[in-house]
Nanobody, 124 residues
Framework: QVQLVESGGGSVQAGGALRLSCVAS????????VAWFRQAPGKEREGVAA????????YYAESVKGRFIISQDKAKKTVFLQMNSLKPEDTAMYYC?????????????????WGQGTQVTVSS
């Protein structure tokens, strides 16, 4: 059974940084894409970044380019999201998603498994 466990969220002031982690288990992790999504209250879930587990391809939402970095430790089946220069508008629940079925990486419906989420709050 595929499991995704996120950690690393918290409360920071604007301009600060956080590093999120997503540990995957229960499947091969190979030839997949793992993505980070976020959802703020009253808003739709949106794709933040994604990474191809067998290569170096990464993808970012325009709103986080230059500030966030997605990376992985393949041996540990762990994906990281380094978030720098955080803004109040980055406040959301952040989710890890895996088992990608194809199509746009930023569409939640293209991922089969989800973690429980980790809260990120950025104050001004």
């Amino acid at each position: 059974q595929v499991q995704l466990v996120e950690s690393g969220g918290g409360s920071v002031q604007a301009g600060g940084a956080l590093r999120l982690s997503c540990v995957a288990s229960g499947y091969s992790y190979s030839r997949d894409h793992v993505a980070w999504f976020r959802q703020a209250p009253g808003k739709e879930r949106e794709g933040v970044a994604a990474i191809y587990t067998d290569g170096i391809s990464t993808y970012y939402a325009e709103s986080v380019k230059g500030r966030f970095i997605i990376s992985q430790d393949k041996a540990k089946k762990t994906v990281f999201l380094q978030m720098n220069s955080l803004k109040p508008e980055d406040t959301a629940m952040y989710y890890c998603a895996a088992v990608y079925s194809g199509g746009p990486w930023y569409r939640p419906r293209n991922f089969a498994y989800w973690g429980q989420g980790t809260q990120v709050t950025v104050s001004s």
